[in-house]
């Protein structure tokens, strides 16, 4: 996969907030120095001078030149390259045969959750790439069939890791000199192994502890050669296979490649690491603390950084016993990510259990980012129109907004999509209505979403992703929060701290908004009668659901 070169003019000024290129609406600071953001720990391990980065030179023209081969790797080919092919052709098809002759005749939900379980274990054999797409997969939720989605939820990155060799040959190629010049101690044994890199731990000859990403060597090519082959075969494998053509699979394709393109070059993340720590310092969120890039241990295939420690993200008797306040963990998690999004445009785009550590301070150390949503300002209005619409229950303003960010067709009539569609009306009860009727009803849903031409861009898969994420972690951090006075408490948070941004960019005044808990009952897919508040009772309600669907499922 093409990249750009590493020497870029000295006085090209990098993409982020620090430097001029900054994706939200605040002015871009003088020169800045890590002691003074709040979000980094302290004490600092160097000095790190924001404006003065070799590194950090040119990344504006590195990024747009990433997202600018999106299209040339998803194009339409004759032949992609043939060795992949007959590999990707042979897992697929010993995968799929079996369901074509057994399954595949039954129908239903039975035959859908078995191709779906096919296709994760030959995505897993598959590798790097497929493991990724898998990933996507299981971020559409809503969106995308639930048994493909609930079956990719399963989907580890289970990659063999790198010899000691070859990392070696890595890190000393990217850093021009021999590796005992750089670091007194190496960890051989990698801490995580994924599907683009792998991170080991290391103590720099100077004495600061660091953790080292290092790029699998020849990624970018397996990628490039990947999705060559996944294009390739979508068209045939969508006409044979249902459930794929619910899935759009091309378009997913498409939102796969905007996605790693850019986590394949490490100055990127670096530069994540920057804007994601202004923003937290912009809006004073003191909860979340974001490692520091080495000021010259960066380059495209290395990045050396801060090492961060503390619990586990589901280690909740740990974190319990260290006094942290976890309800507070979930909100600080939440607010940040309306923040970025809605206010400034920049946001993790990946989180979960792995990325995340509690610190003993109750701080939460923030990991891994290569997958960073980055909204341009028209496309961030639009988020934040969308969440106001959503608090007030304009059901109408918030499909206008999702037609805006291409996750609805252009020409969609939206009044015919809110009559087909149930946004505007109470959830399903489970004691109400049998397992037939909710499965008939989510059948319904599902083929006028596809007729309707539904798909999911980037920047909303992954605000979805980490949505979800967050509404998981109030199950083991914070199971009796109730939901409706917290989302109450942060729409008011919201509109008193970024009230005046909101009236000068949209022209509404947030003073006039009144949040009204039975429309944020219904937003939230609640039952109005406010019998279920807190996450415990919600995900109680769901898995009544779930439990009748399953049920139902099993009768002959």
Known sequence: MPTAPDDHPPDQP???????????????????????LTSFNEPAPWPLDLDHLAWRRGLGAVRQLARAQVPDLVRSRRLPPLRRLARTTLVLGLA?????????????????????RRLRRAFERLGPSYIKLGQVISSGEGILPDELVTEFRTLRDRVPAESFETVRAVVEADLGRPLKEVFAHFDGEPVAAASIAQVHLATLVTGEPVAVKVQRPGIDRLVAEDLAVMTWLAPPLTRRIDLLKLVNLPAVIELFAETVVEELDFR?????????????????????AVPR?????????????????GFAFDDVDGIRAAHVD???????????????????????GDLHGGNLFIQLDGRVA????????????????????????????DHRSVLAGYQQLGAIAPDADLDAFLADIPVDRPPIDPGEVDADQMIAEMRRVTKALVRYGTR??????????????????????????DVVSEMLHISEYFLNNHGAQIAHEIGLDASAIRLD????????????????????????????VRRKVEESRRRP
């Open 366 to 393: 923030l990991l891994d980012y290569g997958i960073t949503g980055r909204l341009e300002p028209a496309r961030r209005l639009v988020f934040l129109r969308m969440l106001l619409a959503a608090m007030v229950g």
């Open 96 to 116: 799929v045969l079996p369901w074509v002759l057994t399954e595949r005749r039954r129908g239903g939900s039975s035959s859908r959750r078995d191709i779906s």
């Open 517 to 544: 808990p039975e429309i944020l009952r219904g937003a939230l897919g609640l039952p109005t009668d406010g019998s279920t508040d807190t996450h415990r009772e919600i995900r109680q309600a769901r898995q009544d």
């Open 268 to 288: 990127l993340e670096a530069e994540n690491m920057l804007d994601v720590a202004l923003v937290l310092d912009r809006t004073g969120q003191r909860a979340i």
């Open 326 to 348: 976890t309800a507070a963990v979930v909100r600080a998690c939440l607010i940040s990510l309306l923040e970025g999004a809605m206010i400034f445009g920049v946001f993790h």
């Open 14 to 36: 990098a993409d982020g907030l620090g430097a001029g290129g900054r994706p939200g609406p605040v002015d871009p600071p003088g020169p800045v120095r890590s002691d003074h």
């Open 456 to 481: 999911l861009p980037k920047e909303l898969m992954l605000f979805m992703k980490d949505f979800l994420f967050i509404d998981a972690a109030m199950t083991t951090l914070a199971p009796d929060l």
């Open 293 to 309: 890039p080495h000021p010259t241990l960066v380059t495209r295939r290395v990045l050396v950084m801060e090492r961060m420690s």
